[in-house]
């Protein structure tokens, strides 16, 4: 018994819940009905479609104030302001309009078409001008040139009977959709200004947009790696260039002590052939050995300062010549890196070549021996 009540309660209940959801979206479809009464009031209140102007549409109020058709009959263009044809075109329906601007059922409007990208892809706007009729969710294009006789005619045609030219008044675009457009017109432009360059400079390819853009990513990825490896090679090898240094640092002292010694030695060695020099010399009186002993002090003196100074340019020119050396050493060093890599990636190509070539004897030997095989059996 207690079962039996609890269905019967959720069968009430559910047949009580359906009935207000029932009410509750007739109230919101009413409640819809008469806020749009309210807003149409508002608007023909400020002069939104009033008949004493041309309306002048952008992407935001381009369906509030056309309201697909349903209300008026809208007449549209769409223009350019650098387009010659589109300023003729206007002289033309101002002309008309000033005619109809009396008609209650009829409404005039014009949009800038490459400044409002979302209606120039809504409609798929080519070229300009493009005039059309939106009427109860429809559409009518002209194809005929915009002059008074043919504007008149193209307001005042009956859709009912050209039915065939009628097309439904597109969806509303998303803007990721209006975004690739764009992207992709850019895209376009961009490869037919480069394949004309190339053209001009007798080169005939024509680039894929996409293989393009595939082409310019891989040689950006290809630098950037560059980069990153020679980054990589400088921060490593910061240790072995010290080495270097000093290694180069202690052989130049020690071929400047070499160099000293060797000058001392060849000084030594003057100093003692004066000296025989001096006692073979015989005869001559003592006041002329005080002379030119004085006179030999002198020399020597100016000699000493004239070799220092000589040391000081020598050692500059040993240092210049130690940085070039250096360099020398570490272009060297590099070459010879260099070229050990392209060695072993030789080596590996070359391994990989000899591996599949054995591998390919190795299948046809296979093939060869069950194609063998295949032959005894037959023959027996």
């Given at each position: 018994?207690r079962f039996?009540?609890?269905?019967?309660?959720?069968?009430?209940?559910?047949?009580?819940?359906?009935?207000?959801?029932?009410i509750?979206?007739?109230?919101k479809?009413?409640?819809?009905?008469?806020?749009?009464?309210k807003?149409?009031?508002?608007?023909?209140e400020?002069?939104?479609?009033?008949?004493?102007?041309i309306?002048?549409?952008?992407?935001?109020f381009?369906?509030?104030?056309?309201?697909d058709?349903k209300?008026?009959?809208?007449?549209i263009?769409f223009?350019?302001?650098?387009?010659?044809?589109?300023r003729r075109?206007?002289?033309?329906?101002?002309?008309l309009f000033n005619d109809?601007?009396?008609?209650?059922?009829l409404?005039f409007?014009?949009?800038?078409a490459?400044?409002n990208?979302l209606?120039?892809v809504?409609?798929?706007?080519?070229?300009?001008p493009?005039i059309?009729?939106?009427?109860?969710?429809?559409?009518?294009?002209l194809?005929?040139?915009p002059?008074?006789?043919n504007l008149?005619?193209?307001i005042?045609?009956?859709?009912?009977?050209?039915?065939?030219?009628l097309?439904?008044?597109?969806?509303?675009?998303?803007?990721h959709?209006?975004?690739?457009?764009?992207?992709?017109q850019?895209?376009?432009?961009?490869?037919?200004?480069f394949?004309?360059?190339?053209?001009k400079?007798?080169?005939?390819?024509?680039?894929n947009?996409?293989?393009l853009?595939?082409?310019i990513l891989?040689?950006?990825i290809?630098?950037c790696?560059?980069?990153?490896?020679?980054?990589?090679?400088?921060?490593?090898?910061?240790?072995?260039?010290?080495?270097?240094?000093?290694?180069?640092?202690?052989?130049y002292n020690?071929?400047?002590?070499?160099?000293?010694?060797?000058?001392?030695?060849g000084?030594?060695?003057s100093?003692?052939?004066e000296?025989?020099?001096g006692e073979?010399?015989?005869?001559?009186?003592?006041d002329?050995e005080e002379?030119?002993e004085?006179?030999?002090?002198?020399?020597?003196?100016?000699?000493?300062?004239?070799?220092k100074e000589?040391?000081?340019e020598?050692?500059?020119?040993?240092?210049?010549e130690?940085?070039?050396?250096?360099?020398?050493?570490k272009?060297?060093e590099f070459k010879?890196?260099?070229e050990?890599?392209?060695?072993k990636e030789?080596?590996?190509?070359?391994?990989?070549?000899?591996?599949?070539?054995?591998?390919?004897n190795?299948?046809?030997?296979?093939?060869?021996?069950q194609?063998?095989?295949?032959?005894?059996?037959k023959?027996?």
């Amino acid at each position: 018994m207690r079962f039996a009540f609890i269905l019967f309660a959720t069968f009430i209940s559910k047949i009580i819940l359906i009935e207000e959801g029932k009410i509750q979206t007739n109230n919101k479809t009413e409640k819809k009905i008469e806020n749009k009464e309210k807003i149409e009031k508002i608007d023909e209140e400020n002069g939104y479609f009033t008949n004493n102007k041309i309306h002048d549409l952008n992407d935001l109020f381009f369906d509030h104030y056309i309201r697909d058709g349903k209300i008026y009959r809208w007449f549209i263009l769409f223009y350019s302001k650098t387009c010659g044809h589109c300023r003729r075109a206007k002289k033309e329906i101002q002309k008309l309009f000033n005619d109809l601007k009396n008609n209650n059922t009829l409404r005039f409007a014009q949009i800038e078409a490459y400044e409002n990208t979302l209606t120039n892809v809504r409609f798929n706007i080519t070229g300009v001008p493009y005039i059309i009729i939106v009427e109860n969710n429809s559409i009518y294009e002209l194809d005929l040139f915009p002059n008074y006789d043919n504007l008149k005619n193209f307001i005042f045609t009956n859709f009912s009977e050209v039915q065939e030219e009628l097309k439904p008044l597109p969806i509303k675009v998303k803007f990721h959709y209006v975004a690739w457009v764009i992207f992709r017109q850019t895209l376009d432009s961009f490869t037919n200004s480069f394949n004309k360059f190339i053209n001009k400079k007798g080169i005939n390819i024509k680039f894929n947009p996409f293989v393009l853009i595939f082409t310019i990513l891989i040689s950006i990825i290809l630098c950037c790696t560059g980069m990153i490896k020679c980054c990589i090679y400088c921060c490593c090898n910061d240790e072995d260039i010290a080495k270097e240094l000093k290694l180069l640092e202690e052989q130049y002292n020690l071929e400047m002590e070499k160099r000293r010694q060797s000058g001392a030695e060849g000084q030594d060695q003057s100093n003692e052939g004066e000296e025989v020099e001096g006692e073979e010399v015989e005869g001559e009186e003592g006041d002329d050995e005080e002379m030119e002993e004085e006179e030999d002090d002198e020399g020597e003196e100016v000699e000493d300062g004239k070799k220092k100074e000589l040391t000081e340019e020598q050692k500059k020119k040993i240092e210049e010549e130690k940085k070039k050396l250096e360099e020398k050493k570490k272009e060297e060093e590099f070459k010879k890196k260099e070229e050990e890599r392209k060695k072993k990636e030789e080596e590996e190509k070359n391994k990989k070549k000899e591996n599949e070539k054995e591998e390919k004897n190795k299948d046809e030997q296979n093939k060869g021996s069950q194609n063998n095989k295949k032959k005894k059996k037959k023959k027996e």
